[in-house]
């Protein structure tokens, strides 16, 4: 009788919870069994090992082979368990030495002749290793990304072979090194002409972090301006980076998911996702769930172009990633939770035909045809977005190429910097998280702007979280002009950026 106990990891949403990969041989008629709740794929895994081993001119031992994957109540998929269960097995039968398994984690999945595949959500996993204090063995093309977690000693092998040399003969295996960055640089901001106040209110979302809306006829350059958020964003700290590429990682090279580029993962995701796209496409979710666009957007920035073409079930799930910073996805088996603390970009143009209040006169929708249009966005998302700013359509003048650039990304960048720096010493976050406690404590006003607010929100029938919103952009925008108090200029602008909700109360009205 002989027993073997290799270590793994399993995927369950980002995290990487340990899995023991527990060989028992016995006596009897030769069997191969795996038990602790193994979905198809991993159940497979016998006859990929078994050619696997042959293959290496390692003996398949002829006796009956129980494989326990604990903890026995998490379910495990995919062939990221191959590795650990062939080694298991000839630890198990004597023909590789126990002693040094227990310093190392396997992942891969097994070919038919040894050579050892990359999996997903290797990232996660190598974070999960250095916190076990354990060393982790992936396949050479996992080897990238692995490296990324700077706490833990990976290395890679090409094959079985190779892994028995290394843990029986003593062979080092190559350190697995990170890819060098290739960061593409963002669009600049230069690029845009003239649109001050967009512009303007572009600054104050990258300062504070809040979500913006833009409305505007159609190639008024409401895209070209959200593509130029990231480009003035502060850089993500490396703790905000990791916890972006685990969560790409996590999604895996399936459909609509191309995982993680190691080459650039300390860029800022920018996700522009198309209109038709569903609510689990967003939100994340499946059988085996999978982060969605907002995860993906994670410390980034989401652009929802054409809002008002959405179908208003996949709007309506934003609703509460916007508030909490996460979402929860429950399934009759699994329950996962994935980060989204996300940047909202969203645009729409005016009307059905895209020109209601142009002063070409060009618009041929109604009243009612407007209304309608406009009502496919509700108003608890609506109040969720900080600004909302129009986008008017320019003048041929204005759009000259001979004439002078606009602000550069580099230079509006320092000032948004600056803010946040502000923000940071302020209570260690950015203003729009702010829960009520801290807008109470640093939103204060002067008597005369309190009594400027509560008209402003009486007048426009504001809702308290629309009240508090407009407290936090007043804040941001203080904090871009150096002043250690929310003065009237300050707070009237933000109250200015709440357009659309004035014009649900003149329809109303």
Known sequence: ???????????????????????????????????????????????RVRAAIQCAQFEFPSRRITINLAPADLPKDGGRFDLAIALGILAA?????????????????LALTGEIRSVDGVLGAAIAAG???????????????????????????????????????????????????RDRP??????????????????????????????????????????????????????????TASIASARGFGEGGRGLDPTRWRQRPFRAPHHTASAVALVGGGADPRPGEISLAHHGVLFLDEL?????????????????????????????????????????????????????????????????????????????IDLHVEVPRLPPSALRTDGPPGESSASVGERVLRARAVQEARCGQVNARFDQSQTDAHCRLAPRDTVLLERAVDSLQLSARSLHRILRVARTIADLADSPDIQTPHLTEAIGYRKLERGRERAAA
Request: hydrophobic share 40%; with cysteine.
């Open 308 to 384: 008002p073409e959405w179908s208003r079930h996949a709007l309506e799930v934003l609703r509460e990633p916007l508030e909490s910073g996460s979402v929860h996805i429950s399934r009759a088996a699994r329950h996962c939770e994935f980060p989204a603390r996300f940047q909202l970009v969203a645009a729409m143009n005016p009307c059905p035909c895209g020109w209601a209040g142009d002063p070409s006169g060009r618009c041929l929708c109604n009243d009612e045809m407007i209304r309608r249009y406009r009502a496919r966005i509700s108003g608890p998302l609506l109040e969720r």
């Open 131 to 181: 916190e076990a204090g354990r060393r982790l063995l992936v396949a050479p093309g996992n080897g990238p990304e692995a490296a990324l977690a700077s706490t833990v000693d990976v290395r890679t092998a090409r094959t079985l072979l190779e892994v028995c040399a290394a843990l029986d003969a003593g062979k080092v295996l190559p350190r697995a090194e990170p890819l060098p960055c």
């Open 93 to 109: 039968s004597g023909q590789l030495s126990n002693d040094t398994l227990q310093e190392w984690e396997f992942l891969g999945e």
């Open 186 to 243: 963002p669009p600049d901001l230069a690029d845009v002409r003239g649109q001050a106040q967009a512009r303007r209110a572009l600054e104050i979302a990258a300062a504070g972090s809040h979500h913006l809306f833009f409305v505007g006829p159609p190639g008024s350059g409401k895209t070209l301006l959200a593509s130029r958020l990231c480009g003035i964003l502060p850089p993500p700290s490396e703790a905000e980076a990791l916890e």
């Open 1 to 47: 009788m002989g027993l073997a106990i290799v270590h793994s990891r399993a995927r369950v949403g980002v995290r990487a919870p340990e899995v023991r990969v527990e060989v028992h041989l016995a006596g009897g008629l030769p069997a191969m069994s795996i038990v602790g709740l193994p979905e198809a794929a991993v159940r497979e895994a016998k006859d």
